[in-house]
């Protein structure tokens, strides 16, 4: 069984950053495909940034040129830096892994595995 712990999140005021991680439980990390999601309530969870096995990133239109996906292998765990946050950026986040997912990274039932969730809230 895998479980990812998050951390980060909070409140920040518009242009400002937070940085989430999330830790897997398991050493085998650098040959799973992570992905970032968030979701508002009444809305379908969308992607916004996945790395895969091969360290290649994708990113949603949304997030490009403010957001950076990274991971550390050694210690099993997941980055988003976000910067210049917008209050549209407002969304409980999601990381999410799974071996397979590099197909179609961007699609939540490709993956198998979720952390808990964090809030993340811009105010303007």
């Known amino acids: 069984q895998v479980q990812l712990a998050m951390s980060g999140g909070g409140s920040v005021q518009a242009g400002g950053s937070l940085r989430l991680s999330c830790a897997m439980s398991?050493?085998?990390?650098?040959?799973?495909?992570m992905g970032w999601f968030r979701q508002v309530p009444g809305q379908e969870r969308e992607g916004v940034a996945v790395?895969?096995?091969?360290?290649?990133?994708t990113y949603a239109d949304s997030a490009k040129g403010r957001f950076t996906v990274s991971k550390d292998n050694s210690k099993s765990t997941l980055y988003l830096q976000m910067n210049n946050l917008k209050p549209e950026d407002t969304a409980t986040y999601y990381c999410?892994?799974?071996?397979?997912?590099?197909?179609?990274?961007?699609?939540?039932?490709?993956?198998?595995?979720w952390g808990q969730g964090t809030q993340v809230t811009v105010s303007s």
């Open positions: 999410a892994a799974d071996p397979g997912a590099d197909n179609d990274p961007f699609n939540p039932a490709r993956y198998t595995y």
């Open positions: 398991r050493d085998t990390f650098n040959r799973w495909c």
């Open positions: 790395i895969d096995d091969d360290d290649g990133t």
